[in-house]
């Protein structure tokens, strides 16, 4: 059963995480070390892919952290603050397994698209891949390793950073229902998937038309598209 005291602290949560995660980290770091407007430079977007290109590896790096981190610690203290407030301390009533799993699943979900759709840049933002893989080991890591071992298999022998963040994110659905998560908290899980694929609509029309862009770094006139 839903307590009132439960959906007042996933509401809170909710709002929570995607504030956080909308915080555009990248478009931070390449001004701060490289004295740029990212989203002026290579693809305009604010991610990774683009930052190491406008900014150095060092800044995207950074990056990758702090966009997984961001993430990792929302979706962690949503956990905690669930369990405490709503589950009377009960740590297993926020596994996505859990009865009322889709309140986890939820939040990570609102955590990717606060990263996509940055409250604090006119709802524009990344491709959600670092932030989703920071969330993801916060709320099921077996399914997000796998999710990351499918990105390495496409991306790194290809070099298409893109194509492997296509196929993991179509992968999140059936890797956390192969790890136990089922029926609602499913439904968040497929929004993210059909989410960051729509954020990958050009680099899809790339792929197609075979001038996506190999991932490199300081390369001013990329056109693959960061995340």
Do not use: Q
């Not at 070099?159 to 659905?173: D, K, N, P, R």
């Amino acid at each position: 059963m839903i307590t009132p005291n439960a959906l007042l602290t996933f509401a809170l949560c909710a709002i929570g995480c995607f504030l956080v995660c909308g915080i555009p980290c990248g478009l931070i770091i390449a001004r701060v070390s490289a004295h740029i407007d990212v989203r002026d430079v290579g693809s305009g977007n604010i991610g990774m892919t683009n930052v190491a290109r406008s900014a150095g590896a060092g800044a995207a790096v950074a990056t990758l952290l702090c966009d997984a981190g961001k993430g990792f610690l929302a979706i962690m203290l949503s956990r905690l603050a669930l369990a405490h407030f709503a589950f009377g301390g009960d740590w297993a009533s926020t596994l996505p397994t859990a009865e009322l799993g889709w309140m986890t699943t939820s939040l990570y979900a609102l955590c990717v698209l606060g990263h996509v759709f940055s409250p604090y840049l006119g709802f524009h933002g990344g491709k959600g891949i670092s932030v989703g893989l920071g969330a993801g080991l916060g709320f099921c890591w077996n399914a997000t390793l796998s999710m990351l071992g499918v990105f390495i298999v496409l991306a790194v022998p290809s070099g298409y950073v893109s194509l492997g963040s296509i196929f993991a994110a179509l992968s999140l659905s059936f890797f956390s229902a192969a790890f136990g998560v089922r029926g609602m908290a499913l439904v968040p899980l497929c929004l993210v998937s059909a989410t960051v694929v729509w954020a990958h609509r050009s680099n899809i029309k790339k792929l197609l038309a075979g001038s996506e862009r190999k991932f490199s770094v300081r390369h001013k006139d990329s056109s693959e598209d960061g995340r």
